[in-house]
């Protein structure tokens, strides 16, 4: 079981920059591939970032690409979503996920197993 707790979300104005992380329990946090996903009030819950278990591959929603940076550290269990250049539509809950099928897409939430509680990320215009 892993156990996954998101923190450093907050309020920015738009153009500024967060830095999420996401702290795993567990031994086997380097054999999970990692994935960001975020959901906005009142839409459905969307991937944003994902990154293998190496840290070797790593993929990004068209939406942010170019912006955030998903890292992960595995000496530390925790993953990391560097946001630049914020938007007001970069606002949403963010969660973190862990995931251990390889045969599944990473950029879908059926990827992962495990789900962090979120944390809100708020962008003003």
């Known amino acids: 079981q892993v156990q996954l707790v998101e923190s450093g979300g907050g309020l920015v104005q738009a153009g500024g920059s967060l830095r999420l992380s996401c702290a795993a329990s567990?031994?086997?946090?380097?054999?999970?591939?990692m994935g960001w996903f975020r959901q906005a009030p009142g839409k459905e819950r969307e991937f944003v970032a994902a990154?293998?278990?190496?840290?070797?591959?790593?993929y990004y929603a068209d939406s942010v690409k170019g912006r955030f940076t998903i890292s992960r550290d595995n000496a530390q269990n925790t993953v990391y979503l560097q946001m630049n250049s914020l938007k007001p539509e970069d606002t949403a809950v963010y969660y973190c996920?862990?995931?251990?099928?390889?045969?599944?897409?990473?950029?879908?939430?059926?990827?992962?197993?495990?789900w962090g509680q979120g944390t809100q990320v708020t962008v003003s215009s």
């Open positions: 567990g031994r086997t946090f380097s054999t999970y591939a």
């Open positions: 990154i293998s278990w190496s840290g070797a591959n790593t």
């Open positions: 996920a862990a995931g251990s099928n390889p045969y599944l897409r990473l950029t879908t939430s059926v990827a992962y197993d495990y």
